[in-house]
């Protein structure tokens, strides 16, 4: 009998592959050779493998690591600064000014590095960011190790990073030049939304996205009152208007998408484009419950993500699939809708998807990138566990993610970061609450 090598074999109590969806394969081991994975080994076979390292999981899910579809990192600074407001007041009359006074490079990379290191905890292996100072985001993806799409924000008015729209997308590509052929890290051009992005930037922005193969990532219809906004000034709801402006096709990112008719819901289909739900932060601003079953059910690809620490409060994606799947049911009084299978696609494969990175990420299969989470289901919280999948998503907490792997490096050892240092970084965080507190 031939003896097969490898440089990492993990034995798992369970491993969820996504694909095929709702399928758990029980004390199976995967292979690993470096960053990818070679083979998924039934346990008939466990004995004809060897490697350098041997990880032996116990009562672990093993399964991909979680893709949040819309972020922003370096809002973790203004965790908590401005609670239980409207949208537009929240934005403009705290966050806005908050961030003219605090943004720089520096803010940007240490909250990316504080919130990316969260979201690894909790399972999150890819960030698609949105936000300024972009090579410090892309920075701080490097220094953690996650997985990383930095989002070029395109704004009309001034901010701390560029003073016009033009001059934002300027930046921006110059930014992107400096991280070519960084295997982790890619960006996408953001306009930030279509109430504060002109037809005429948004010309600008595609033309550029389909010159550089670029995704576009962008806030769409957050609430009804921009709609009927969009209808007053455009005559046109804000996707229609996209629609007329060229960019809605699979390129697209559109984060929320809240207030959505059937007219909005055909259109979105027919033009392949994904949606970016954030069901925590839709609650906490009381923005409304997006039709996520109606979405799924006419064939609109659907990742789901956190927002900002700002607005959530939290960057936890285990808690963001839950939430997804229970607010689904209550919105239709229909407990069929968005299973837990469904559910966990949607934070995962879904997500990979509309980054243009299934093939690579997302769900565990021979030759795609080792992105990786396990969970310890041998815990009070989640004992006895009859269905490994319901209880990732219905039942786990983020402190139950033992394990991280990005592109096949063991980032999170028994709950420890290997890629920064746990205690300096809080005492970088109590700097930053010192400089919020006092500007």
């Known amino acids: 009998m031939s003896t097969a090598t490898a440089t990492t074999l993990i034995d798992a ?8 969806e709702g399928v758990v394969l029980e004390n ?6 470096g960053e990818k994975i070679l083979a998924i080994i039934p346990p008939e076979a466990r004995q004809q493998w060897q490697a350098e390292e041997v990880i032996s999981l116990g009562e672990h899910v093993l399964m991909p690591g979680l ?20 949208l537009m007041d929240w934005l403009q009359n705290h966050i806005w000014p908050a961030e003219g006074r605090l943004m720089c490079d520096e803010f940007v990379y240490d909250g990316s590095v504080l919130g990316m290191a969260e979201m690894l905890r909790s399972g999150t292996t890819t960030i698609n960011d949105m936000y300024f100072f972009h090579g410090a985001v892309a920075r701080a993806g490097l220094t953690t190790g996650m997985r990383t799409v930095v989002g070029c924000t395109v704004i009309e ?20 030049s400096e991280f070519v052929g960084e295997k982790l890290v890619s960006f996408a051009l953001a306009p930030h939304a279509p109430y504060s992005v002109s037809d005429a930037t948004f010309h600008e922005v595609l033309a550029v996205a389909e010159k550089e193969d670029m995704l576009i990532h962008c806030h769409i219809q957050e609430t009804q009152g921009e709609v009927e906004t969009s209808l007053k000034e455009h005559q046109q709801r804000p996707l229609a208007r996209l629609h007329r402006l060229g960019l809605l096709s699979s390129r697209l990112i559109a984060a929320h998408m809240v207030a959505a008719d059937e007219a909005d819901i055909t259109l979105a289909a027919q033009c392949g484009i994904s949606i970016a739900h954030n069901p925590t932060s839709n609650m906490k601003l009381a923005s409304g419950i997006a039709p996520i079953s109606r979405y799924l059910a006419a064939g609109i690809n659907v990742g789901i993500g956190t927002d900002g620490s700002a607005s959530n409060n939290k960057l936890d994606m285990l808690a963001e699939t839950r939430m997804a799947a229970l607010l689904a049911k209550v919105g239709t009084l229909d407990p ?19 980054l243009g990175m299934a093939d690579k990420i997302g769900s565990l299969e021979i030759g795609k990138c080792a992105d990786m989470i396990a969970i310890n289901l041998n815990a009070v919280e989640t004992a006895p566990a009859f269905d490994p999948i319901s209880h990732v998503v219905y039942a786990a907490g983020r402190e139950q993610v033992e394990h991280v792997w990005v592109n096949g490096r063991h980032v999170l050892k028994q709950r420890q970061l290997a890629t920064i240092d746990h205690a300096a970084w809080l005492q970088r965080a109590a700097e930053w609450r010192h400089k919020v507190v006092g500007a």
């Open 28 to 33: 199976h081991s995967i292979a690993l050779d």
């Open 13 to 20: 109590r369970w491993i969820i592959p996504v694909v095929p």
């Open 67 to 86: 893709v949040n579809l819309h972020g922003h990192s370096a809002m973790t600074l203004l965790r908590g600064v401005a609670d239980d407001l409207p």
């Open 157 to 176: 008015f001034p901010t701390a990073y560029a003073s016009t729209a033009a001059e934002h997308l300027s930046k921006a590509l110059a930014e992107r």
């Open 336 to 354: 069929t809708v968005v299973p837990a299978a469904t559910a966990l696609r949607m934070a995962t494969l879904n997500g990979a998807q509309a």
